[in-house]
Protein backbone atom coordinates (compact mmCIF):
# COMPACT_ATOMS: atom_id res chain seq x y z
CA UNK A 1 0.00 0.00 0.00
CA UNK A 2 1.66 3.02 -1.21
CA UNK A 3 1.26 6.33 1.31
CA UNK A 4 -1.35 8.83 0.05
CA UNK A 5 -0.01 11.77 -1.55
CA UNK A 6 -0.41 15.39 -1.20
CA UNK A 7 -3.83 16.11 -3.89
CA UNK A 8 -2.89 19.38 -6.13
CA UNK A 9 -4.45 21.76 -4.30
CA UNK A 10 -7.33 23.97 -6.35
CA UNK A 11 -7.59 27.56 -6.21
CA UNK A 12 -11.19 26.60 -3.96
CA UNK A 13 -8.95 24.80 -1.66
CA UNK A 14 -5.63 27.61 -1.77
CA UNK A 15 -8.87 30.06 -0.50
CA UNK A 16 -9.89 28.42 2.39
CA UNK A 17 -6.42 27.40 3.43
CA UNK A 18 -5.69 31.41 3.29
CA UNK A 19 -8.71 32.10 5.51
CA UNK A 20 -7.55 29.24 8.05
CA UNK A 21 -4.24 30.90 8.14
CA UNK A 22 -5.71 34.28 8.76
CA UNK A 23 -7.95 33.39 12.09
CA UNK A 24 -4.89 31.23 12.77
CA UNK A 25 -2.80 34.76 12.88
CA UNK A 26 -5.66 36.63 14.53
CA UNK A 27 -5.79 34.00 17.43
CA UNK A 28 -2.27 34.30 18.07
CA UNK A 29 -2.62 37.58 19.10
CA UNK A 30 -4.63 36.53 21.97
CA UNK A 31 -3.05 32.92 22.48
CA UNK A 32 0.76 33.95 22.78
CA UNK A 33 0.86 37.69 23.20
CA UNK A 34 -1.81 36.97 26.63
CA UNK A 35 -0.46 33.84 28.00
CA UNK A 36 -2.43 34.88 31.40
CA UNK A 37 -5.43 35.10 29.73
CA UNK A 38 -5.30 31.82 28.28
CA UNK A 39 -3.31 29.63 30.60
CA UNK A 40 -6.21 29.26 33.18
CA UNK A 41 -9.77 28.30 32.69
CA UNK A 42 -10.09 28.38 29.06
CA UNK A 43 -7.18 26.14 28.61
CA UNK A 44 -8.00 23.46 30.96
CA UNK A 45 -11.42 23.85 29.16
CA UNK A 46 -10.54 23.29 25.91
CA UNK A 47 -7.66 20.88 26.96
CA UNK A 48 -10.61 18.68 28.62
CA UNK A 49 -13.17 19.00 25.35
CA UNK A 50 -10.45 17.48 23.64
CA UNK A 51 -10.17 14.51 25.70
CA UNK A 52 -13.90 14.17 25.72
CA UNK A 53 -14.41 14.70 22.01
CA UNK A 54 -11.55 12.08 20.97
CA UNK A 55 -13.01 9.56 23.46
CA UNK A 56 -16.38 9.83 22.53
CA UNK A 57 -15.68 8.81 19.22
CA UNK A 58 -14.20 5.36 20.27
CA UNK A 59 -17.49 5.26 22.56
CA UNK A 60 -15.97 6.27 25.59
CA UNK A 61 -18.44 8.90 26.59
CA UNK A 62 -17.57 11.00 29.43
CA UNK A 63 -18.74 14.26 31.41
CA UNK A 64 -17.20 17.46 30.56
CA UNK A 65 -16.64 17.46 34.52
CA UNK A 66 -14.93 14.23 34.16
CA UNK A 67 -12.94 15.60 31.12
CA UNK A 68 -12.15 18.65 33.61
CA UNK A 69 -11.10 16.07 36.77
CA UNK A 70 -8.93 14.68 34.30
CA UNK A 71 -7.10 17.63 33.05
CA UNK A 72 -6.96 18.61 37.10
CA UNK A 73 -5.58 15.12 38.06
CA UNK A 74 -8.73 15.01 40.13
CA UNK A 75 -11.45 11.64 40.99
CA UNK A 76 -13.77 11.10 38.18
CA UNK A 77 -17.56 12.40 38.92
CA UNK A 78 -18.93 9.79 36.84
CA UNK A 79 -17.48 7.73 34.59
CA UNK A 80 -17.08 4.36 35.05
CA UNK A 81 -13.21 2.68 35.46
CA UNK A 82 -13.19 1.37 31.86
CA UNK A 83 -14.09 5.34 30.45
CA UNK A 84 -11.91 6.77 32.96
CA UNK A 85 -8.58 4.86 32.42
CA UNK A 86 -9.41 5.76 28.65
CA UNK A 87 -9.79 9.45 29.42
CA UNK A 88 -6.67 9.48 31.74
CA UNK A 89 -4.70 7.59 29.13
CA UNK A 90 -5.39 10.02 26.07
CA UNK A 91 -4.66 12.78 28.91
CA UNK A 92 -1.14 11.83 29.57
CA UNK A 93 -0.47 10.99 25.52
CA UNK A 94 -1.99 14.63 24.72
CA UNK A 95 0.36 16.17 27.50
CA UNK A 96 3.34 15.01 26.27
CA UNK A 97 1.93 15.96 22.78
CA UNK A 98 2.04 19.43 24.26
CA UNK A 99 5.35 19.12 25.78
CA UNK A 100 7.05 18.07 22.88
CA UNK A 101 5.03 21.45 20.58
CA UNK A 102 7.69 23.07 22.32
CA UNK A 103 10.73 20.82 22.18
CA UNK A 104 13.76 22.71 19.97
CA UNK A 105 14.81 19.42 19.53
CA UNK A 106 12.14 17.67 17.99
CA UNK A 107 12.09 15.11 15.31
CA UNK A 108 8.84 12.66 14.55
CA UNK A 109 10.03 8.80 14.96
CA UNK A 110 8.97 5.92 15.23
CA UNK A 111 9.55 4.92 18.80
CA UNK A 112 7.61 7.94 19.70
CA UNK A 113 4.46 6.97 17.85
CA UNK A 114 5.05 3.55 19.75
CA UNK A 115 5.37 5.80 23.06
CA UNK A 116 2.27 7.73 22.61
CA UNK A 117 0.19 4.88 21.85
CA UNK A 118 1.48 2.73 25.21
CA UNK A 119 0.33 5.95 27.28
CA UNK A 120 -3.13 6.03 25.66
CA UNK A 121 -3.42 2.23 26.86
CA UNK A 122 -1.11 1.01 29.10
CA UNK A 123 -4.17 0.09 30.98
CA UNK A 124 -5.11 -2.80 28.78
CA UNK A 125 -2.49 -4.93 28.01
CA UNK A 126 -4.69 -7.33 25.60
CA UNK A 127 -5.02 -4.20 23.42
CA UNK A 128 -1.02 -4.63 23.16
CA UNK A 129 -0.02 -0.59 23.98
CA UNK A 130 3.40 0.42 22.42
CA UNK A 131 3.14 -2.69 19.35
CA UNK A 132 2.78 -3.07 16.12
CA UNK A 133 -0.28 -5.80 15.55
CA UNK A 134 1.29 -8.84 14.74
CA UNK A 135 -1.36 -9.92 12.04
CA UNK A 136 -3.64 -8.67 10.02
CA UNK A 137 -6.84 -6.45 10.76
CA UNK A 138 -9.76 -5.92 9.26
CA UNK A 139 -12.58 -3.62 9.09
CA UNK A 140 -16.21 -5.17 9.37
CA UNK A 141 -19.80 -3.87 8.84
CA UNK A 142 -21.45 -5.29 12.25
CA UNK A 143 -24.40 -5.61 10.30
CA UNK A 144 -23.57 -7.92 7.42
CA UNK A 145 -20.55 -9.24 9.03
CA UNK A 146 -18.88 -8.17 5.74
CA UNK A 147 -15.25 -7.02 5.63
CA UNK A 148 -15.48 -3.24 3.91
CA UNK A 149 -11.65 -2.69 4.56
CA UNK A 150 -8.15 -4.59 4.91
CA UNK A 151 -5.12 -3.11 5.98
CA UNK A 152 -2.01 -3.69 4.64
CA UNK A 153 0.53 -7.04 5.94
CA UNK A 154 1.27 -6.41 9.21
CA UNK A 155 4.92 -7.29 8.09
CA UNK A 156 4.79 -4.14 6.02
CA UNK A 157 3.64 -1.52 8.98
CA UNK A 158 7.16 -0.70 9.99
CA UNK A 159 8.22 0.22 6.45
CA UNK A 160 4.86 2.00 5.86
CA UNK A 161 5.31 3.88 8.94
CA UNK A 162 9.25 4.78 8.17
CA UNK A 163 8.04 6.30 4.94
CA UNK A 164 5.57 8.49 6.85
CA UNK A 165 7.92 9.60 9.56
CA UNK A 166 10.25 10.63 6.84
CA UNK A 167 7.18 12.46 5.45
CA UNK A 168 6.85 14.39 8.45
CA UNK A 169 10.46 15.65 9.08
CA UNK A 170 11.06 16.67 5.81
CA UNK A 171 10.81 20.07 4.51
CA UNK A 172 7.76 21.26 2.89
CA UNK A 173 5.97 24.29 1.46
CA UNK A 174 2.82 22.04 1.74
CA UNK A 175 0.81 24.18 3.98
CA UNK A 176 0.20 22.59 7.36
CA UNK A 177 -3.66 22.10 8.17
CA UNK A 178 -3.03 19.82 4.78
CA UNK A 179 -0.03 17.82 6.13
CA UNK A 180 -1.61 17.36 9.52
CA UNK A 181 -4.63 15.99 7.75
CA UNK A 182 -2.57 13.68 5.03
CA UNK A 183 -0.63 12.40 8.38
CA UNK A 184 -4.49 11.57 9.74
CA UNK A 185 -5.29 10.29 6.73
CA UNK A 186 -1.96 7.94 5.72
CA UNK A 187 -2.13 6.80 9.59
CA UNK A 188 -5.71 5.79 9.83
CA UNK A 189 -5.01 3.63 6.67
CA UNK A 190 -1.66 1.73 7.88
CA UNK A 191 -3.73 0.99 10.98
CA UNK A 192 -0.18 -0.11 12.49
CA UNK A 193 -2.02 -1.18 15.65
CA UNK A 194 -3.93 -3.46 17.15
CA UNK A 195 -6.57 -0.84 18.89
CA UNK A 196 -6.69 2.76 19.27
CA UNK A 197 -5.54 3.73 15.74
CA UNK A 198 -8.06 6.19 15.79
CA UNK A 199 -7.16 8.61 18.33
CA UNK A 200 -3.26 8.22 17.29
CA UNK A 201 -4.08 9.53 14.13
CA UNK A 202 -6.18 12.08 16.03
CA UNK A 203 -3.65 12.86 18.33
CA UNK A 204 -0.92 12.68 15.08
CA UNK A 205 -2.44 15.32 13.32
CA UNK A 206 -2.67 17.63 16.31
CA UNK A 207 0.83 16.79 17.19
CA UNK A 208 1.74 18.30 13.54
CA UNK A 209 -0.29 21.63 13.56
CA UNK A 210 1.11 22.23 17.82
CA UNK A 211 4.77 21.93 16.36
CA UNK A 212 3.80 24.52 13.89
CA UNK A 213 3.78 27.14 16.66
CA UNK A 214 0.99 29.76 15.21
CA UNK A 215 -1.66 29.22 17.86
CA UNK A 216 -1.29 27.84 21.68
CA UNK A 217 -1.13 23.86 21.10
CA UNK A 218 -4.21 23.42 23.23
CA UNK A 219 -5.84 25.32 20.41
CA UNK A 220 -4.31 23.22 17.63
CA UNK A 221 -6.86 20.13 18.77
CA UNK A 222 -8.90 18.97 15.98
CA UNK A 223 -10.99 16.43 18.66
CA UNK A 224 -13.87 18.66 20.10
CA UNK A 225 -14.84 19.65 16.64
CA UNK A 226 -14.50 15.65 15.46
CA UNK A 227 -16.43 14.37 18.45
CA UNK A 228 -19.26 16.75 17.10
CA UNK A 229 -19.34 15.42 13.55
CA UNK A 230 -18.19 12.18 13.99
CA UNK A 231 -20.40 10.63 11.15
CA UNK A 232 -19.27 13.59 8.64
CA UNK A 233 -15.86 12.28 9.55
CA UNK A 234 -16.14 8.44 9.20
CA UNK A 235 -17.77 9.34 5.66
CA UNK A 236 -15.05 10.95 4.86
CA UNK A 237 -12.55 8.61 5.46
CA UNK A 238 -14.62 5.45 4.27
CA UNK A 239 -14.87 7.85 0.94
CA UNK A 240 -11.05 8.27 0.73
CA UNK A 241 -10.23 4.95 1.62
CA UNK A 242 -12.37 3.36 -0.65
CA UNK A 243 -14.03 1.48 2.26
CA UNK A 244 -17.80 2.15 3.60
CA UNK A 245 -19.16 4.91 5.06
CA UNK A 246 -20.10 2.97 8.33
CA UNK A 247 -20.32 4.64 11.71
CA UNK A 248 -17.55 3.66 13.63
CA UNK A 249 -15.68 1.73 11.05
CA UNK A 250 -12.46 3.65 11.17
CA UNK A 251 -11.80 3.04 15.30
Partial sequence: MPLYQVPVLTPDDLAVIDMINGLRQ????????NPQRWNGQLRRNAMARAIQGSNSI????????DAIAAVDDEEPMDANEETWREIIGYRNAMTYILQLSEDDQFEFHAQLIRSLHFMMLQHSLKKMPGRWRPGD?????????ERVYEGPDALAVPALIGELIDYLNA????????KAAMAHLNFTMIHPFKDGNGRMARALQTLVLSRD????????????????NTQAYYDILAQ?????ALHGWFR
Fill in 58 to 65: EGYHATMD
Fill in 137 to 145: IYVVDELTE
Fill in 26 to 33: RLRHYTQN
Fill in 171 to 178: PTNCPVVV
Fill in 213 to 228: GVLNPVFSSIEEWLGR
Fill in 240 to 244: TGKGA
